[in-house]
């Protein structure tokens, strides 16, 4: 069974890989609450016909709501692009794709084309553009929810084709202005309002696969850990808006305030809100990687130190021991001294000898013990015979010592 508890950064207390929620069973109930939400309200425009929303906006207006929403997208973008591989970060940048499709999308046709044009973008013209850039970002969404991560080979062959499709529209649209009228994607009319509410059927269907695609990738991503809480409410409202979209295909041309643009505003709102969510779990992260660096320095300062203290010790211990050996040697040789008398020299010098070798010896394993490939491998040991050492070693200090 999924483990439902908190993930919390050890740094700042803040929510980890989770998300904003503080454990899945309350994110999916949320975003199930949501769904039901968003299909209710569906079926009530439906029924009710009510769509449009008795507002409508200036172009000034609508064009600042075209920009923010594509940087909410790419701000999105930015923060999924910055999760680490190891983290789980190739699905997550499939999400950033498909986020900085629609950011960038949003500001091209919706925004940048308008100004360029000097007039709104006609109607079917704008839905196309629309279904162009809502379709491939589905698309990219749909690879990222799957079960197993698409190869690189796929990614590669994805961006060749987004950037031919991409590239031929926007060459047509350069090279022939007028021949969106024969592939407009709602029954050719003069009446805006039937251009709203009368999409082809494969638009239709298009729409109806992206919008189930996310919702169930979205959830089952979400059980197993895959995805940030965020992203689970964020996906609820882009599968909601699919639906919207199945029903009344958007234009990036339209002026009004639509039921779906509420459902698109949601969905930007919760992008904007999670991109902010994760860059602080981000810099949390990295914060905690600083302090475990720092602390790793620290400690290899503190071992240098204790290295060079060591070799200190060494030098002084093996001083005493040499000199004593060269100062019994002299003697030895100025010939003074009496072949009866020699003996006790010879052995104090052969114990002297004796002491460096064993401090050797203390030298090698150490360096031995700092090899990687070295294991410690405890038995057991009587007291008795490690107070015999002790005291054996206590016999070779001189004096009081």
Do not use: C, K
């Amino acid at each position: 069974m999924a483990d439902s508890r908190v993930m919390v950064s050890s740094a700042s207390g803040l929510p980890g890989s989770r998300g904003m929620i503080r454990d899945r069973a309350t994110a999916e109930w949320i975003a199930g609450t949501l769904a039901a939400g968003v299909l209710l309200w569906l079926a009530f425009s439906l029924f009710t016909d009510w769509v449009h929303i008795s507002v409508d906006l200036s172009e000034r207006v609508r064009s600042g709501e075209d920009v923010a929403s594509s940087v909410a997208r790419l701000f999105a973008a930015l923060a999924l692009g910055l999760v680490p591989r190891e983290e789980g970060g190739r699905r997550l940048h499939w999400l950033a794709a498909g986020f900085l499709v629609l950011g960038l999308g949003q500001l091209a046709f919706g925004y940048v084309q308008p100004v360029l044009q000097g007039g709104p973008t006609p109607i079917a013209e704008g839905r196309l553009e629309a279904f162009l850039v809502r379709g491939l970002a589905g698309l990219i969404f749909a690879a990222a929810l799957l079960p197993v991560m698409p190869p690189r080979i796929t990614a590669w062959a994805g961006v060749t084709v987004s950037a031919v499709v991409v590239g031929g529209y926007v060459l047509a649209e350069f090279a022939m202005g007028d021949w969106m009228a024969a592939l407009a994607v709602a029954d050719r009319s003069s009446d805006a309002a039937r251009l709203l509410t009368e999409p082809a059927w494969w638009v239709t269907l298009a729409y109806i696969g992206l919008a189930f695609t996310a919702a169930v990738g979205a959830n089952r991503q979400h059980r197993v850990g895959n995805l940030r809480d965020w992203l689970l409410i964020a996906l609820v409202f882009w599968a909601g808006s699919l639906l919207h979209d199945a029903l009344w295909p958007p234009s990036y041309s339209a002026i009004g305030v639509t039921t779906g643009d509420l459902l698109r505003l949601a969905f930007t709102v919760s992008v904007a809100v999670g991109a902010v969510i994760e860059l602080r779990r981000i810099a949390a992260e990295r914060a905690r990687l600083l302090a475990a660096e720092r602390e790793y320095s620290n400690r290899l300062a503190e071992l240098s130190q204790l290295r060079a203290d060591f070799n200190a010790m060494v030098i002084h211990e093996l001083g005493a021991p040499a000199s004593t050996i060269r100062n019994f040697t002299e003697v030895l040789a100025s010939g003074g001294i009496r072949p009866t008398d020699q003996a006790p020299i010879l052995t104090m010098i052969r114990g002297e000898s004796e002491r460096m070798l064993a401090l050797i010896d203390d030298v090698q394993s150490t360096a031995a013990a700092e090899r990687e490939e070295f294991s410690v491998v405890p038995r057991p040991l009587p007291v008795a015979a490690l107070l015999a050492d002790a005291t054996a070693f206590a016999g070779t200090l001189p004096g009081e010592r």
